[in-house]
């Protein structure tokens, strides 16, 4: 299978259609048609069996796919959806299972109607998050790009935080860092930078605007650089001026609920049990209801994957994964703090990929 | 019903009710749910009945969506979807139209499962394209937006193109694109601009990438600018140096069929009749095969939406929508050339919205 661009990724995927009885997946999702074949476009499927491997799409794209997807059949499709019925018949798939947490209701209609009219009868089974299990382990290539991603965002967070002053917008701040992303060759950012300053900073997901950056008051900036596909994520909280005993006493409980659990997580341990150590500083600290989002989450082609890092996470944390720590404290009307690393374990142990440094106040 | 911030995109769509014999619809789609009731949130679903309006959101954007959706009940939901059914029972929904070409089957399935648990029995109706057919409309709100994101646009263009220089990159006349739009108070780009120089000209949909600009050879040059949500597209073909005589003629041709497409277009013509405008003059000149796509689209909170106006759109184009005009010519292993203006139907006749100058090799 070395004619494959990453023949492990097919090979597991593969092992998962034997495990889960299918004799095919049918792939709609960007990213992971991305992951497994190489293919970095907005338009096409793949179809896996246990020994075909065909990337479908349209004219506009045939010929990229065929460069980036190497030991995938390439097949040119048009808008109407009767492909699929003579590869079902073609490849003698019985049972296609399919991504039912990406395929819209319309979509799937579309090709079961097609599949009817064109006699071709294959069970279809809804399927979630196979190749999103996948993904949650990094390989060495993945592992690569995430790390020059991060390292483009922490040096880009650096830059932009020595031009921070009083005065200066919360917008203007994200564009200062969005350019020193872009001029160090990262695609794009991978997700809108928040910068959150004094009474916005009481809002995990404030929506950065037009607020002015005063003296003394906290400024939460979570920022990410997307370089290759692969998503970079930062939180850091900074003072401009001299900072109260307040910010400095929240501060340090969130920088020690962080640390210990950074030290503390382990390989085999649950979501939820990672959350907790974190969450029992915050609380004995007193602050139990002002965290109120999980303390992490798996990265990736997604800035946003597995593995969950929060109460509800019952998926165990293993070697080979990489997210963040984040814990925050928010106190509306005031401000808040959040402090986040990606961390990746190995040999059991975390090992801390983000090396901003962290400017405490 | 003046509490609304848009009541007369409400009242319309409760028309689409009542025609299509719903008791209420569930609006999953982001643009859909910002268009109808102003809430802009990635996170967020509408309940619209005939007489109730309720946005569901969670504890993160509640306090915004009461603020940007004043007219709308806000309710405060968790991960479970357990809170459709009681709002279905509490509502007397009988009939409950769903956005079948924007939910996904994993979705729609937790929601029915749910409302079966928590006796809730509503007809689930799949619909399509309902909000996206109001929204081919523009009302005078959408309009202003509209022209200045095409405004942002046209000036953003018309800077980089004077920067433009030989042995400058894609990517590096992208970036200053990109600068000039955000430099202008846009959000964002629209879309990720094409920049395409020479042979990669040839290929519409052509990402850009690190080719340099080359004397006498055609550069695309498409891209938008994204202000308040709303999307600009603009296509124009640049030649540094002198031009070929073959360039000059293709140029020549693909003009001419833009401009007659903009002056006999009319309300009432099918989206293929328009396309039909065009495409006859890029035949005649013997280009038939090297048009491969629509002449062009509608455009708003999408940077592609309804109207369509390629060979096979059935509907007609109408006053209040606006739409581009975009013919090109592709000529594999030697470039292209492809011209856009936004055009709105006002008084049955075409009025062209862009005004970055067609700078003609």
New interface residues.
Partial sequence: MSDFQFPLRVEKLRERLVQDNLDAIFISNAENRRYISGF?SSAGYLILTRNDAVLCTD???T??ASQQAPGWRVDRIGGKPDWLADLVNELKIKVLG?E???????T??RFRKSLKNNNANPTLR?T?SICLELRSYKDDVELALLQHAIDIGDQAFEETAAQLRVGMSEKEAA?IF??AV?ERGAESISFPTIVAVGPNAA???H?TGDTKIVEGQTIIFDCGAKYKGYCSDLTRTVVLGKASDKIKRIYDIVLTAQLAAIEMVKSGMTGEECDAIARKIIAEAGYEEHF?HSLGHGLGLDVHENPGVGPNSKGKLQNGMPFTIEPGIYIPGWGGVRIEDVVILKNSKAQILSHAAKINP
């Fill in positions: 970095e004219f506009r794209y010929e990229q399919f039912a947490d990406d395929m819209t209701v319309d799937l209609d809804p979630s564009w969005e350019q872009r809002r995990p997901h929506s109120g």
